[in-house]
């Protein structure tokens, strides 16, 4: 899934481009959320039980820290992913992989959820990571929660993972402009350096760890040219190579239009009724989430109020009116934010 050691990759060369946060830095936001990856953290944490409680519990936190999620869901595969989503689905047991993008009844259910909410909700025409990322680049979102790497080549400015909803996780954000200053690379080019890496739309050239493929597209710059100057006999291009197609993935524009988006206050009873039917949720349960979903709102609205009061009623100071300048600082790196004991990962 994604791009293979991206995130290694980032960490060691471009250590500058990674930024470690708290859910509190994104009120105000509008993140574009790629549904299946959160639907699938649950079933992977807790797989006994129905993924649309923790999508609420999530949702609502969300929404209690003023994040405007919008919540983004696969629409039908390009045919070029269809052999990786074939070893998915036997790795997980299924029969066949979604080759039409038809909404399952879980989808479906998803969707019933986020709208009573009161969330945006959006079917993406084909990958759901590369509809987040268009989102981003016309300004529609500032970023894209989402675990899947590929959403940097995809074109998102910003790319947040590990956005669990706890209040004092560590999440991890990824910049693509300072990424590309840091490699030196243009985004063509980056996204040639993912299909060295290995993605999901076609094969790669055996042999190639992130470090070497690194160094090929920032000396030959395309990928026709590095595969002019390496060895072909213990680097073999593959057979009928779909890198082109992929690199079109990467680069095209999503066919669609964005409805205007629209949050609206969650409809409680429409919740209890669905969430009771649907996932055998005890309704004292949601119903208690529910009150301490409106004791934080009002929380925080009152604060809002105290603290907009008491800026008008501050008075003028003599520092007002004179600027103190003092040198700035020098911004700590991200590499260095860690423990001093963490090993740096090993590249091949």
């Known amino acids: 899934m994604g791009i293979t050691k991206l995130a290694d990759l980032i960490r060691f060369e471009a250590p500058g481009a990674i930024s470690h946060k708290y859910i509190g830095d994104y009120t105000g936001k509008v993140i574009a959320m790629d549904t299946s990856i959160v639907i699938n953290q649950f079933r992977t944490a807790t797989p006994s039980l129905n993924p649309l409680t923790g999508l609420l519990f999530r949702t609502l936190t969300f929404l209690e820290h003023d994040i405007k999620p919008v919540f983004v869901f696969d629409g039908r595969p390009p045919e070029e992913k269809m052999a990786a989503l074939q070893k998915r689905a036997e790795a997980a047991g299924w029969s066949s992989p979604n080759h039409l993008?038809?909404?399952?009844?879980?989808?479906?259910?998803?969707?019933?959820?986020?709208?009573?909410?009161?969330?945006?909700?959006?079917?993406?025409?084909?990958?759901?990571?590369?509809?987040?990322?268009?989102?981003?680049?016309?300004?529609?979102?500032?970023?894209?929660?989402?675990?899947?790497?590929?959403?940097?080549?995809?074109?998102?400015?910003?790319?947040?993972?590990?956005?669990?909803?706890?209040?004092?996780?560590?999440?991890?954000?990824?910049?693509?402009?300072?990424?590309?200053e840091k490699l030196q690379l243009t985004h063509k080019e980056f996204v040639d350096l993912c299909i060295l890496l290995g993605c999901d739309y076609c094969d790669k050239i055996v042999g190639f760890g992130p470090k070497r493929a690194l160094s090929l597209i920032q000396k030959y710059r395309t990928i026709e040219n590095v595969v002019l100057h390496i060895n072909t006999k213990t680097h073999p291009v593959p057979d009928n190579w779909?890198?082109?197609?992929?690199?079109?993935?990467?680069?095209?524009?999503?066919?669609?239009?964005?409805?205007?988006?629209?949050?609206?206050?969650?409809?409680?009873?429409?919740?209890?009724?669905?969430?009771?039917?649907?996932?055998?949720?005890?309704?004292?349960?949601?119903?208690?989430?529910?009150?301490?979903?409106?004791?934080?709102?009002?929380?925080?609205?009152?604060?809002?109020?105290?603290?907009?009061?008491?800026?008008?009623?501050?008075?003028?100071?003599?520092?007002?009116?004179?600027?103190?300048?003092?040198?700035?600082?020098?911004?700590?790196?991200?590499?260095?934010?860690?423990?001093?004991?963490?090993?740096?990962?090993?590249?091949?």
């Open 101 to 180: 993008g038809t909404a399952s009844l879980q989808t479906k259910d998803c969707f019933q959820l986020l709208k009573l909410l009161g969330v945006p909700v959006i079917q993406a025409p084909g990958d759901a990571e590369a509809f987040c990322a268009w989102l981003v680049k016309r300004g529609s979102a500032e970023a894209v929660a989402s675990e899947d790497m590929d959403t940097l080549p995809f074109g998102a400015h910003v790319v947040i993972r590990h956005m669990n909803a706890k209040k004092d996780s560590d999440i991890v954000e990824y910049s693509l402009p300072k990424l590309l």
């Open 242 to 348: 779909k890198y082109k197609e992929a690199q079109k993935l990467f680069l095209e524009t999503p066919n669609a239009e964005v409805p205007e988006f629209m949050w609206t206050e969650p409809d409680e009873e429409a919740l209890v009724g669905f969430l009771c039917q649907s996932t055998y949720v005890r309704e004292q349960r949601v119903r208690h989430r529910m009150e301490r979903f409106r004791q934080i709102r009002e929380s925080k609205r009152k604060e809002r109020e105290k603290t907009t009061a008491a800026g008008n009623c501050r008075q003028t100071r003599m520092d007002d009116f004179f600027r103190v300048l003092r040198k700035r600082e020098q911004p700590v790196e991200a590499a260095d934010c860690g423990s001093s004991k963490r090993k740096k990962p090993k590249l091949k």
